[in-house]
C-alpha cells in the first residue's frame, strides 16, 4: 500500500521559510518521480515541484520558481520541499506525490493527506 506522510507545515510570516518533508513506503521509491502539490479551497489542486528519480532535475511552476527547491533522499525514503521568501498566497495544503512512472514529473497517482502551511502577519 502506497503511503505518504507529509510534515513540516506551519504558520509562518511573510518573507519566513520552512521545510517540509515527505517519508513515502510501500512502493520503490528510487524508482518514481516525486511532485509536491498544493490544495486551496475552491482552487483545486495545483501542481507545484517536481524532480526526476535521482534527483538531478528538478521542475517548479512559475509561481514558486527561485523561492523553492524540492529535493529527495532515495536511502531514506523521502522528499523534501525548502519554501523561502513565503507569501500569503503561499498558503494551503501541500501534499507530496507520487508519479505515474520513472519519468514524467507532471502526472501522478497517489498523494498524501497533505501538511498546512499558513502565510500571515
Known amino acids: 500500500e502506497v503511503q505518504l506522510v507529509e510534515s513540516g507545515g506551519g504558520l509562518v510570516q511573510p518573507g519566513g521559510s520552512l521545510r517540509l518533508s515527505c517519508a513515502a513506503s510501500g512502493f520503490a521509491f528510487r524508482s518514481y518521480t516525486m511532485s509536491w502539490v498544493r490544495h486551496v479551497p475552491g482552487k483545486g489542486l495545483e501542481w507545484i515541484s517536481g524532480?526526476?528519480?535521482?534527483?538531478?532535475?528538478?521542475f517548479y511552476a512559475d509561481s514558486v520558481k527561485g523561492r523553492y527547491t524540492i529535493s529527495r533522499d532515495n536511502a531514506k525514503n523521502t522528499l523534501y520541499l525548502q519554501m523561502n521568501s513565503l507569501k500569503p498566497e503561499d498558503t494551503a495544503v501541500y501534499s507530496c506525490a507520487k508519479g505515474i512512472d520513472s519519468d514524467y514529473v507532471y502526472e501522478y497517482d497517489y498523494w498524501g493527506q497533505g501538511t498546512q502551511v499558513a502565510v500571515s502577519s
Open positions: 524532480i526526476n528519480t535521482g534527483g538531478g532535475s528538478t
